[in-house]
């Protein structure tokens, strides 16, 4: 199943695709699909969009083989990998990699086309920095 067909079938469950991974644990073979809502996506929801989806996936498989579905909200520690991604997280923490290998913590403050507005916690300034120089990002939360 295409990314495109995937959020349309998700649209229609009143939640949002965040991303999809594949991983290895155990020996076994996982295709993960987070979701979003501008509801908190419960158990319940995630169990619901697992019983629509699954037996699509069975009609067409996301990887080859076999292979567990999970489906889940992408956590409070989340990756950023689209500008997207930052745009919904606006007000969070994040720690960011550079292409220049710098490594920042802060608050996302916006998002302005292609760029992210951060309040850079270690020269306590905002930063406007192109998303093209974001190498790795992920937000964390503070206790």
């Known amino acids: 199943m295409d990314r ?9 469950c009143g939640v949002t695709l965040y991303d999809t991974e594949v991983v290895t644990e155990n020996d076994h073979r996982i295709y993960r699909v987070y ?18 989806i699954s037996p699509i996936l069975d009609l067409e498989p996301p990887v ?10 992408p956590g409070i520690d989340r990756q950023l990998k ?11 923490l994040v720690k960011l990699k550079l292409t220049d290998g710098t490594k920042l ?3 996302i403050l916006a ?3 292609n760029s992210v507005k951060l309040y850079d ?3 306590k300034e905002e930063r406007e920095i192109p998303f093209a120089e974001i190498t790795k990002a ?6």
């Open 121 to 123: 916690k270690g020269s």
């Open 64 to 73: 080859s083989g076999e292979y567990f579905l999970e489906v889940s909200s």
């Open 111 to 113: 998002t302005e086309g």
């Open 4 to 12: 495109t067909t995937l959020e349309n079938l998700l649209k229609e």
């Open 105 to 107: 913590k802060g608050k």
């Open 138 to 143: 992920k937000t964390y939360f503070e206790w």
């Open 35 to 52: 979701i979003t809502s501008d509801e908190p996506v419960t158990l319940d929801k995630c169990t619901e969009v697992t019983k629509i």
């Open 82 to 92: 689209t500008i997207d991604h930052f745009r919904h997280s606006v007000g969070d």
